[in-house]
């Protein structure tokens, strides 16, 4: 409920475990402008695991949500359609924030933006413009969708800005704040330092060892990708330690497909559960190699000066190509092998960390908010 005559309520909303290194310091900035706001965390449990999702806020040191949706899994569609029915009920019940705060571009993005909007609500959206122009992909849907209809767009990027612009967003609208998950990731580096995860997968000092995540359905939903992939892990295998923290999809489509016996045939390859946040980003920051699919890691190994592979015709984040320490590498068996080949041999750029990835996104975001809702000038 909103707290005091004047003070403004915010939702911040969380679904999927990339959405929380967002909100969290967000959260946090926010929390420090408790006499003109009061910010509560919205999750719709898109990612319905309880012990991940438990272990990242305590992690992350996110308070408990206000309210947890519990809306599982599903298809598109169904997930889509579940969240803004108990989103919209929950506004209904408990009263209209004055400010719907949305991350990224998961099925909770979208849908609690479409919720707000149609009540009138004002909508921001963080890491707004990034674009990958494929339209086969549910996440740049999303993104395009939610850019379009929200009223503050807080930019990672400078190159966000401008696809903004070209698709005839007012600019206006639009505020380049830098790269939030960077402010996750510096909050916690220190802690991050200090885990044992590499002793506790057996990992000795100094050894090279490739860190690996799969979860997009373009490389794990068809036998013949799932194939392509672990051939050329048998490969790499060969050299190194392959650590592997397996996505619950993933792990399904093995077992669907029948290729545990592929798997198990592997040298050198860890497969673990999914980690926590620290737990990863100790075993990111000190990678060879960091093979995925993921967007967020792009981000990460850039800012860590870590080669990064990355299983996709195309990325939302260029400028982690341009600038930074990523490549796209085609579905190939061959092409995977040389690519890692390479990048265990250092014969690849080293990058630089792209403008205003330093930690303090969050607090330029939380200044954008609070000059766009109590002083009612967006531009200072």
């Known amino acids: 409920m909103k707290s005091g005559k004047d003070k403004k309520y915010i939702h911040l909303i969380v679904g999927a475990r990339p959405n929380f290194m967002k ?14 706001c009061r910010a509560v965390i919205i999750h719709t449990g898109q990612h319905y ?55 990224g571009d998961v099925n909770s993005t979208i849908a609690a933006a479409l919720v707000a909007k149609k009540l009138h609500i004002p909508v921001a959206h963080v890491e707004a413009g990034l674009r990958s122009y494929d339209e ?84 794990v939903d068809e036998r013949e990708g799932m194939e392509i992939i672990l051939d050329a892990f048998s490969e790499i295998g060969k050299k190194c330690k392959l650590i592997f923290p397996m996505h619950p999809r993933t792990k399904k489509n093995i077992g669907k497909f029948k290729l545990e016996e592929k798997i198990k045939a592997i040298d050198n390859l860890i497969i673990t559960e999914p980690l926590g946040y620290l737990d ?71 990058g630089k960390v792209p403008e205003l990835w330093d930690g303090k996104a969050s607090c330029r975001i939380a200044e954008v908010i609070f000059r766009w809702l109590v002083e009612g000038n967006t531009r200072g």
Do not use: W
């Open 23 to 36: 909100m969290a310091p967000l959260y946090r900035a926010l929390e420090k402008e408790e006499k003109f």
């Open 49 to 103: 695991d309880e012990k991940m999702s438990k272990l990242f806020f305590e992690e992350l040191k996110m308070p408990e949500p206000e309210a947890y949706l519990e809306v599982g899994s599903g298809s598109h569609g169904k997930q889509t359609a579940r969240i803004m029915e108990r989103y919209e009920d929950y506004i209904f019940r408990t009263g209209k924030p004055d400010l719907v705060i949305v991350a």
């Open 136 to 219: 086969r992909m549910p996440e740049e849907i999303n993104r395009v969708l939610t850019d379009r209809i929200s009223d503050i767009l807080l930019t990672p990027s400078r190159d966000a800005d401008e696809n903004l612009i070209r698709e005839g967003i007012d600019p206006e609208k639009i505020f380049f704040v830098g790269n939030i998950m960077i402010d996750s990731l510096l909050d916690h580096k220190e802690k991050a330092e200090k885990s044992t995860i590499k002793s506790r997968l057996g990992l000795q000092e100094g050894e090279k060892y490739v860190l690996i995540t799969l979860h997009r359905p373009s490389n």
């Open 280 to 350: 990863f980003l100790k075993l990111e920051m000190e990678a060879d190699v960091v093979l995925t699919d993921s967007g967020g890691i792009q981000e990460e190994t850039t800012f860590f000066g870590v080669p990064c592979l990355t299983l996709r015709e195309n990325t939302e984040r260029p400028i982690t190509i341009s600038q930074g320490t990523n490549r796209l590498v085609r579905l190939d068996t061959e092409s995977i092998i040389e690519a890692a080949k390479e990048a265990m041999e250092e014969k690849v750029k080293r």
